[in-house]
């Protein structure tokens, strides 16, 4: 019986020290692994600047974007480990197939028949001062035209063109696509 007690108890141990947690910024999104006394870590004194470059949809359109939620996760967990979130600068530019997941909510309810999965958190991200975009050679390639854009994302030339400009400006390419 002190077996199986002592089993149990390493076993209960091992379930919580992998459980994903909420973040203090994005409580519905981003949940991570909190990794206690990594051996890398973000310097907190220092400043970042990050661009996600997100061009790969979902295909279901009842789910979120799960390249949108490493932006939160990003946060999220970096904020846990001590960084400043006034020291993260970020943006987002959406092309290709997730161009899709910009639309405002009448947009997506008329070409989809749902509620966008992604509009909560792009407004929760525009709310924090994460820069969005959409590459408006995408949106043309898949019909979409500037007014069926969430107002919380900016509608650019290109996807090219905002990776270019931030990247020479210093931003730090993300691409997990």
């Not at 905002?162 to 931003?171: H, K, R």
Request: glycine letters at 4%.
């Amino acid at each position: 019986m002190k077996k199986l007690t002592l089993i149990f108890a390493l076993f209960s141990i091992f379930i919580q020290a992998q459980t994903l947690e909420k973040g203090t910024i994005l409580k519905d999104y981003g949940q991570f692994y909190n990794i206690e006394n990594p051996d890398f870590n973000l310097n907190p004194q220092q400043k970042y600047h990050v661009i996600f470059d997100i061009r790969k949809a979902t295909n279901d359109v009842n789910e979120l974007n799960p390249l949108l939620n490493v932006v939160a996760r990003f946060i999220n967990m970096h904020v846990a480990q001590g960084i400043p979130f006034e020291n993260l600068t970020l943006v987002v530019i959406f092309h290709g197939s997730a161009t899709k997941d910009v639309l405002s909510e009448k947009a997506y309810k008329e070409k989809f028949r749902k509620e966008n999965p992604n509009l909560d958190l792009l407004n929760k991200l525009n709310d924090l001062g994460v820069k969005l975009y959409v590459c408006g050679q995408s949106a043309m390639h898949y019909e979409i035209k500037k007014e069926d854009v969430a107002k919380s994302v900016k509608y650019a030339l290109s996807a090219l063109s905002v990776l270019t400009q931030y990247q020479s400006e210093g931003y730090q390419l993300i691409d997990f696509n």
